[in-house]
């Protein structure tokens, strides 16, 4: 049963049909941005989910972009660092990579080598969950700087497509599920 957040949180985001190819229904997060309480529900509703998992992250980190919006007011609540992961050539100190498949085409992502501490605690936030790519890559490019990954968190996740599945064993927690 929906609670009155979750009810509100899904009828704000806008779905468009075809986006940004046939047969993909695009989950817009767009008109959920543009309401500042209801984002500021969505940080209280995720530190609700990590204490009631005892997830006490030292960092949180997020991929660009959305992961930037959700992450960084989630460690600005917390008092925590947001760890950003980028983009191809957005990060101008040493890096490292990963490449990632997606459900129509590739990317990379990029972290700073040192912007993850041996046994760090994270906490992984983005806005959407579909095959769980992104985050997968992210989950390898945390490992290879010997980080503990605490969760995932996610504002949307699309049912059917096996997301947070292939980030077992690490648990993922999404506010709103749609049908893929």
């Known amino acids: 049963m929906l609670d009155e957040f979750t009810e509100r949180l899904r009828n704000t985001v806008r779905t468009i049909p075809d986006f940004p190819i046939e047969g993909i229904q695009?989950?817009?997060?767009?008109?959920?941005?543009?309401?500042?309480?209801?984002l500021s529900e969505i940080t209280?509703?995720?530190?609700?989910?990590?204490?009631?998992?005892?997830?006490?992250?030292d960092a949180v980190v997020g991929p660009e972009s959305r992961g930037f919006?959700?992450?960084?007011?989630?460690?600005?609540?917390?008092?925590?660092?947001f760890i950003p992961v980028r983009k191809p050539g957005k990060l101008p100190h040493?890096?490292?990579?990963?490449?990632?498949?997606?459900e129509y085409?590739?990317?990379?992502?990029?972290?700073?080598?040192?912007?993850i501490m041996p046994d760090q605690k994270l906490v992984i936030i983005d806005d959407l969950l579909a095959t769980g790519g992104t985050v997968r890559a992210c989950h390898k490019l945390c490992n290879r700087l010997d980080a503990?990954?605490?969760?995932?968190?996610?504002?949307?996740?699309?049912?059917g497509l096996g997301g947070s599945e292939s980030l077992y064993p690490i648990e993922s927690v999404s506010l709103?599920?749609?049908?893929?």
């Open 94 to 102: 040493a890096i490292i990579r990963e490449e990632y498949s997606l």
């Open 69 to 81: 919006i959700f992450g960084a007011l989630l460690a600005a609540k917390l008092g925590i660092a």
């Open 26 to 38: 695009f989950r817009d997060i767009t008109p959920v941005l543009s309401d500042g309480k209801l």
């Open 176 to 180: 709103v599920k749609f049908p893929a």
């Open 44 to 57: 209280d509703r995720f530190v609700k989910e990590m204490n009631d998992r005892n997830w006490q992250p």
């Open 105 to 115: 085409g590739t990317n990379v992502i990029e972290i700073h080598k040192d912007a």
């Open 148 to 159: 503990n990954i605490l969760g995932n968190l996610f504002v949307i996740e699309l049912d």
